[in-house]
């Protein structure tokens, strides 16, 4: 079946790390994307990993997939409050073309 | 590069009537894909077009409909509004036919009344 869950809701200090956490139930998901979403704003496309990666590194983003468990998390480093938004996980799968099964977001808000 | 965009940003409708939302894709993008944005059921795919063709659809009455012109512009039609219509609709746009990485217009906020 087709499910992406997200814990709905994180609290950091400014200055630590954000670790974002994301499930999924499909084994034949392909990619795993990291999208951001502001207030009133759409969707930024922060990173994606391919499904036989382990882990991908972009400046202050971390990914990291364990494919076993069909676990993806996201890990914000040195979290500022402009990262203060709500972040979605999304899956594709082969043969889906583009598209996209999202969780239900994780609000992350940073305080000083 | 412009990125996505779409027109109009924000709509206003009563309950019975039809819309239409327009989106321009990236240049050179070829694949649009549309999305319905609500507090009760999140992000939802509706249909992607590639190359004029829908190649793919959701879970989406048949009163949802869209297409795709030669120079890749997309249009969704919503016929006979109904109140749960209201929502933010997204377009993505990518750039080949296979699933990689797919960029999102700002949205058109669509509220039924």
């Known amino acids: 079946g087709e499910d992406v869950e997200q814990s709905l809701f994180l609290s950091v200090r400014e200055g630590d790390s954000s670790v974002i956490n994301c499930t999924y139930t499909?084994?034949?998901?392909?990619?795993l994307y990291w999208y951001k979403q502001e207030p009133g704003a759409g969707l930024q496309l922060l990173t994606y990993i391919f499904s036989n990666m382990d882990m991908k590194q972009d400046q202050r983003l971390t990914v990291l997939l364990n494919k076993k468990d069909k676990h993806l998390s996201l890990r914000i480093a040195d979290t500022q409050t402009g990262d203060s938004a709500i972040y979605f996980c999304a899956e594709s799968k082969a043969g889906g073309y583009n598209k996209l099964i999202f969780g239900a977001g994780t609000r992350l808000a940073v305080h000083p | 590069k412009a990125g996505v965009t779409q027109t109009p940003r924000y709509l206003i409708k009563t309950r019975g009537q039809q819309v239409t939302l327009s989106c321009s894709p990236i240049?050179?993008?070829?694949?649009v894909s549309w999305y319905q944005q609500t507090p009760g059921q999140g992000l939802q795919f509706l249909f992607e077009?590639?190359?004029?063709?829908?190649?793919n659809k959701g879970n989406f009455p048949g009163r949802f409909s869209g297409r795709q012109f030669s120079n890749s512009r997309s249009e969704m039609n919503v016929s006979t509004l109904e109140l749960g219509d209201s929502a933010l609709y997204l377009c993505?746009?990518?750039?080949?036919?296979?699933?990689?990485?797919?960029?999102f217009g700002p949205g058109t906020r669509l509220t039924v009344t």
């Open positions: 993505a746009s990518s750039s080949s036919g296979g699933v990689y990485e797919q960029y």
């Open positions: 240049s050179g993008h070829r694949s």
């Open positions: 077009y590639f190359s004029e063709t829908q190649r």
């Open positions: 499909d084994s034949s998901s392909t990619y």
